[in-house]
C-alpha cells in the first residue's frame, strides 16, 4: 500500500462511515479494485475506523463533554448508549471470526448491500406510517437496546452500521434526525471497541507508519464533514437516495468484481 492508496481509501471511509451505505463494505470492495489484498489490510481499517472516531468525538463534542461532567439532561443517554452497546460487544466477540471468514468477500458484500437497500425503503415506509398515526417518538432503554441489537448485525460487511441503527429508529416511529443523532452517539464507543478487538486479536499487521497515519488523518476530515452534511440532508430528507444506491453497488459488484 502506498501513500495514494491510503488517503483514497481514508476518504472512503470518512465518507461511507457516517452515510448509510457501509464503510467495511465499501473499504473492502475500495481495497479489491485498487488490487490490495485484503486480509492484510486489517490494522490499516482500524486506522481509519480511528479517524472516523475522532471525527464523532470532534462534532458531538458537547454531547460527550455532557455525558463526562454527568449532567442532568445527559444521564439517561448515558443509560442508552450503554444498553445499545452491549448486543455488539457480544456478537464482536462471539461471531467476529466466523463473520469475517464468511462475508469478509466483494461478493458478500453487495449481498448485503442489497438487502440492506430494500429494508431501508421498507423502513422508510414504516416510519412514515407510525408518525402519521402519533404515539411515543423518544428513545426509552428497550427502544436503545432493539437499536444496539440491529447494530450487531452491522459487524457484517455490507450492512451500514449508521444506517441500520437510523432505520431500527425508523421502525419503532422515532423521528429520523434523533434516530440519526442516537445512531452517532452510540457509534462512538462501537467503533472504538471494534478498533482495540482488532487490534489486539490480529496485532498491528505489517503495514508502514506513513499510509496508516495518512489515512486516519484523511478520514477523520471527511468523516466530520461527512456527518455535519448528514445531519443537516436527513433533517428535510430520507433515506431513499442511500437505498438506490445501495441497490446500483450491490448489483454491479457481480458484474465488475
Not at 421498507?122 to 426509552?140: A, C, D, M, Q, W
Not at 444506517?163 to 419503532?172: R, Y
Not at 471494534?194 to 505489517?206: L, M
Amino acid at each position: 500500500m502506498n501513500i495514494f492508496d491510503s488517503a483514497i481509501l481514508g476518504a472512503v471511509q470518512g465518507v461511507t462511515e457516517f452515510l448509510p451505505i457501509s464503510s467495511s463494505g465499501h473499504l473492502i470492495l475500495g481495497e479489491s479494485l485498487l488490487g490490495l489484498k485484503v486480509d492484510d489490510l486489517k490494522s490499516f481499517d482500524v486506522a481509519v475506523h480511528v479517524g472516523t472516531l475522532i471525527a464523532i468525538l470532534i462534532y458531538f463534542w458537547r454531547d460527550f463533554l455532557g455525558m463526562l461532567r454527568f449532567k442532568k439532561g445527559h444521564r439517561l443517554m448515558i443509560l442508552y448508549i450503554v444498553v445499545g452497546t452491549v448486543p455488539a460487544v457480544f456478537a464482536g466477540v462471539l461471531l467476529g471470526d466466523w463473520i469475517d471468514e464468511v462475508f469478509r468477500s466483494a461478493g458478500m458484500v453487495g449481498l448485503m448491500m442489497m438487502i440492506v437497500g430494500v429494508v431501508f425503503l421498507i423502513g422508510e415506509g414504516v416510519g412514515k406510517l407510525l408518525r402519521s398515526v402519533g404515539g411515543e417518538t423518544n428513545l426509552n432503554w428497550w427502544r436503545a437496546l432493539l437499536i444496539g441489537v440491529v447494530q450487531a448485525v452491522a459487524i457484517i460487511p455490507g450492512v451500514s452500521r449508521s444506517g441500520s441503527t437510523i432505520v431500527a429508529g425508523l421502525f419503532q416511529g422515532i423521528e429520523r434526525e434523533k434516530a440519526a443523532r442516537f445512531s452517532f452517539l452510540l457509534g462512538a464507543p462501537a467503533i472504538a471497541g471494534a478498533g482495540i478487538w482488532t487490534a489486539v486479536k490480529d496485532g498491528i499487521g505489517q503495514i508502514e507508519v506513513a499510509p496508516i497515519v495518512v489515512g486516519l488523518l484523511v478520514s477523520a476530515v471527511v468523516g466530520f464533514f461527512s456527518v455535519w452534511g448528514l445531519m443537516k440532508f436527513l433533517k428535510r430528507h430520507s433515506l431513499t437516495i442511500f437505498a438506490i444506491y445501495l441497490l446500483i453497488v450491490g448489483c454491479s459488484t457481480f458484474i465488475i468484481l
